[in-house]
């Protein structure tokens, strides 16, 4: 049994919502930026990414509503999730080194896990590889103080898979976990507006020169 209300489940929707805004943005901005088979990359893994939080966000509110406990939409979100951190941070990661000739290498099917462990060093590496990343196009635009911004939301990320490890059932844990979870997803968020104003302040400034 899982201690979870309704203003819970509403809650675990907040960071879903602050990702996908996100991801929209970084996609609009980025894709004249990206080599096709990297921004297929970044645009697949983010929509995995949001749509593995809305699933089982909608797992949360299914179950504290009381109209069924259907475990397929919180069992598939690690695993979700994971690949799409994956595939968002070496899009990311190919767009900056433009490294052209790996797009062979991105049609082989990975190998079919089981363990846990495997898809938390996914998700991991490529939320790690997509705050490095968004990081270094901070630098790029000289704007420095966003990358306190993606550092501090890779720590909160972090922080929630070690809160993941305890006892999940628990009302307070999920709590802490949604309040992680939100400062993480609010501060990427930010982050990214500061990446789309730069962004958009870099065009102008070309276009009147």
Same mark, same amino acid.
């Given at each position: ?71 397929? @939409? ?19 990661? @190919? ?41 270094? %196009? ?7 103080? @966003? ?25 307070? %844990? ?18 990214? @507006? ?16």
């Amino acid at each position: 049994m899982y201690d979870v209300s309704v203003p819970m489940a509403l809650v675990d929707f907040i960071p879903v919502a602050f990702f996908a805004v996100a991801a929209v943005l970084l996609q609009k901005d980025l894709y004249h930026h990206m080599p096709k088979y990297s921004f297929a990359c970044f645009a697949a893994g983010t929509i995995d990414i949001m749509l593995a939080g809305f699933l089982k966000a909608l797992w949360k509110l299914l179950y504290a509503l009381g109209v069924c406990d259907f475990q397929a @939409l919180n069992t598939m979100f690690l695993p979700v999730q994971s690949v799409g951190f994956l595939l968002a941070g070496l899009g990311l990661i @190919l767009m900056l080194t433009k490294k052209r000739s790996g797009s062979a290498a991105l049609a082989v099917a990975p190998p079919v896990f089981r363990g846990t462990f495997v898809f938390i060093s996914m998700m991991v590496l490529g939320l790690g590889a997509i705050c490095a990343c968004l990081s270094i %196009v901070a630098a790029r635009l000289k704007k420095h103080g @966003l990358i306190v911004l993606f550092v501090l939301s890779f720590v909160c990320s972090m922080g929630m898979g070690y809160l993941s490890g305890r006892d999940s059932t628990a009302a307070s %844990v999920n709590w802490i976990e949604q309040g992680v979870n939100c400062v993480g997803q609010g501060l990427f968020l930010l982050g990214t @507006l500061g990446l789309h104003r730069a962004d958009l302040r870099h065009k102008r400034l070309s276009r009147a020169h």
